[in-house]
C-alpha cells in the first residue's frame, strides 16, 4: 500500500536517487531548478509516496514571487519511480500537494510542465504568459493554477525565489495512508 506523508530530512538522500533515476544529470540544468538551488522547499509543502519504506514519489512546492511581489508556490519537481507510474501516485501527489496549499492560505501555485498533464489539475497558461521564467525557452510550458480567484489576475514580470534559504531547519512528517478509491476525497 502507498502512503503519502511529509518528506523529512531522512528522504532526502532517497528522494534525491528517485529524481536522478526520473530527470538524470539534466534536472539540474532545469530553468526551476536554478530557481530554488540554495532554498528550501514551502513549509509543510514537500511530501513523498513510499510504499512499505522505500521512496516511490515524490513533489515538493516553492515560495516564489510571481512578478512585483506577487506571493505564489512553484511546484517540482514531480517524480514517480517507472515501476509505480500509471497506478495514480503522482496524481495523489499533486492532488494532496495541492489541497496542503490551499489550507495553508497559499493563493497561486505556477509549475513548468506538460498542459496535456497538468490540465487535468487545472493548470493553464492563460494567467502566466505575461510571467518570465529566466532561462526557460518553451514559454507555453509555464502554468499557472488560482487557489484563490483572481490571484493571477495580471500577473507579469520576473519569477524569483522569495523562501528561505537552505540552512534553516526542516518540519517533522506525518503520514497519510493512499488507496485508490479514497482519491477524490
Known amino acids: 500500500m502507498v502512503t503519502i506523508r511529509n ?11 528517485l529524481l536522478d533515476l526520473a530527470y538524470g544529470p539534466v534536472r539540474f540544468k532545469k530553468p526551476s ?12 509543502l514537500s511530501l513523498v509516496a513510499c510504499d512499505g519504506g522505500r521512496i516511490v514519489g515524490t513533489v515538493r512546492l516553492w515560495n516564489v514571487d510571481a512578478g512585483g511581489g506577487r506571493p505564489a508556490l512553484l511546484l517540482g ?8 507510474r500509471n497506478r495514480g501516485v503522482g496524481g495523489e501527489l499533486m492532488r494532496r500537494a495541492l489541497r496542503n496549499a490551499r489550507l495553508t492560505g497559499h493563493r497561486a501555485v505556477l509549475l513548468v510542465g506538460d498542459a496535456d ?7 493553464t497558461a492563460d494567467k502566466s504568459g505575461a510571467l518570465v521564467l529566466p532561462g526557460l525557452h518553451e514559454r507555453h510550458r509555464l502554468l499557472g493554477l488560482e487557489l484563490a480567484s483572481g490571484a493571477l489576475d495580471g500577473a507579469r514580470g520576473l519569477i524569483a525565489a522569495s523562501g ?3 540552512r534553516a531547519a526542516r518540519p517533522a512528517a506525518s503520514g ?3 488507496h485508490r ?3 477524490a476525497a
Not at 531548478?33 to 509543510?44: F, I
Not at 498533464?117 to 493548470?123: A, E, P, Q, W
Open 176 to 178: 497519510v495512508p493512499f
Open 117 to 123: 498533464y497538468y490540465g487535468r489539475f487545472g493548470f
Open 7 to 17: 518528506e523529512t530530512s531522512a528522504d532526502v538522500r532517497a528522494r534525491n536517487a
Open 33 to 44: 531548478e536554478k530557481l530554488r538551488r540554495g532554498r528550501l522547499p514551502a513549509d509543510g
Open 77 to 84: 519537481p514531480l517524480a514517480v519511480h517507472p515501476d509505480w
Open 164 to 166: 528561505r534559504p537552505a
Open 181 to 183: 478509491a479514497a482519491r
